[in-house]
Structures are given as structure tokens and as C-alpha cells.
């Protein structure tokens, strides 16, 4: 008779709990994903949105003055037109003076979508709107007087692209180019300097996160 038996066959090893649970979220990180190709990127309704970027401001050929800024605004569609009201600041350093020009904006932005279809949209548009910037004067030598302001209008073209990132987000990526024509500077002591009006460009690169309330 045959005494010999049969190996055991061992058993796998245990998975532990932390491996187990990392395999969990890779496996739902790289589960396919409902496509956002047959959403609209600009439907029909009511959005948000935020941007950031860099901002450039000239008062002469010679004068080129760079720096941040960002932006909030409402935004409306119907069938492929919008109409956004924005409140923008941004802070541009001014060489010249060695101190940094801040600017609040509030505009309207009418624009145009070259394509409604689900995917990709870009867009042609329009700004215009009234805009004040200040800047500190304490080191121009005017006794009495911290700040120094000025407002005016702006009037802009901008040229951009809608980009969905989900089933109610999109990215927004835009160039802008514009005018601005300001008035007389105003001191904080209640000094108007006359004949400093002051008209210059005005360009920026911005990305913005968009989010639709329809679906």
C-alpha cells in the first residue's frame, strides 16, 4: 500500500485591507467614464464663472506694463449667444512709477459661439464696460495726498474657446485686446490734476472654470 499522500496546496496569500482598498480606487479611477462629447459646452441657461491670468497695459508704444488680474461673472445663453456681466480686478506694476496700478472693472460681454455642437466651441465676442484704477503716490512728492485715480471706459474684442471637462464644466481659455480712455487724475485729497487724461492698451490671456446650471 502507498503511504505517500497528497501535498497540501497552499493557499494564496491574503490580499491585505489597504491593498485591497487601493486596488478599489485605481479600479474606479480608471473605470470608463460617461463621455462628455454629447453635451453642449454652452447650453441653454445660466453659468458662472472664474478666471485668472496675465494682464498687460500700455499708455505709449514705449510703455509696456505687465501683471495679474482675475474675474467673476454671470453668464446667460440661448442658442448660441451669451451675455456675461463681470467684475474683474488686476494689479499691473507701472515701471515708471515704481508701484503697482489696481484695477476694478465691471463690464458686459456679449459673444458668440462659432459652434454649438457637443465637443470643443470657440467663440468670437465683445467687452465694454467702465473700469477705475489707482495707485499709490507716496513716493511722487505730493504732500497731502496717498493715492492718485483715475476712471474711464473700456472697449474690448475677445476671441476664445469653450472646452468641456464634465456634464456641467467647461474650461474657458480667451485673449482679449481693447482700449481704455480715462479722465482727469483725482487725488485722495480732493485734487484734480487737469489735462492728465490718459487713453492706452489693454490685452490678457485668461482660463476660467465654468459651471452651467441647466442639464
Same mark, same amino acid.
Do not use: C, H
Given at each position: ?33 460617461? $463621455? ?5 459646452? +454652452? ?5 458662472? #464663472? %472664474? &478666471?485668472?491670468?496675465?494682464? /498687460? =497695459? *500700455? ?24 451675455? $456675461? ?5 488686476? +494689479? ?5 512709477? #515704481? %508701484? &503697482?496700478?489696481?484695477?476694478? /472693472? =465691471? *463690464? ?38 496717498? #493715492? %492718485? ?5 473700456? =472697449? ?60
Amino acid at each position: 500500500m502507498d503511504s505517500r499522500r497528497e501535498p497540501t496546496p497552499t493557499p494564496p496569500p491574503a490580499v491585505p485591507g489597504l491593498t485591497l482598498a487601493l486596488l478599489t480606487l485605481l479600479t474606479g479611477l480608471w473605470a470608463p467614464r460617461e $463621455s462628455t462629447a454629447q453635451y453642449p459646452v +454652452a447650453p441653454n441657461g445660466f453659468a458662472v #464663472e %472664474a &478666471s485668472g491670468g496675465l494682464v /498687460s =497695459f *500700455s499708455d505709449s508704444i514705449n510703455s509696456f506694463n505687465f501683471g495679474g488680474g482675475g474675474s467673476v461673472g454671470l453668464r446667460y445663453t440661448v442658442s448660441g449667444v451669451q451675455l $456675461s456681466g463681470v467684475v474683474g480686478y488686476s +494689479a499691473v506694476t507701472v515701471e515708471d512709477l #515704481e %508701484a &503697482s496700478r489696481r484695477v476694478w /472693472s =465691471f *463690464s458686459l460681454d456679449p459673444r458668440i459661439m462659432l459652434k454649438t455642437t457637443p465637443g470643443a466651441a470657440p467663440y468670437v465676442g465683445a467687452r465694454i464696460g467702465y473700469a477705475m484704477w489707482s495707485v499709490d503716490v507716496g513716493d511722487l512728492n505730493l504732500p497731502g495726498a496717498t #493715492e %492718485a485715480e483715475s476712471e474711464g471706459w473700456v =472697449f474690448a474684442a475677445t476671441f476664445g474657446a469653450l472646452i468641456p471637462l464634465a456634464k456641467k464644466w467647461a474650461l474657458d481659455a480667451r485673449l482679449v485686446f481693447g482700449v481704455g480712455a480715462f479722465g482727469d487724475i483725482e487725488l485722495d485729497d480732493g485734487t484734480e490734476i487737469s489735462s492728465t487724461e490718459e487713453n492706452g492698451a489693454a490685452g490678457s490671456f485668461t482660463v476660467g472654470i465654468v459651471y452651467s446650471f441647466s442639464y
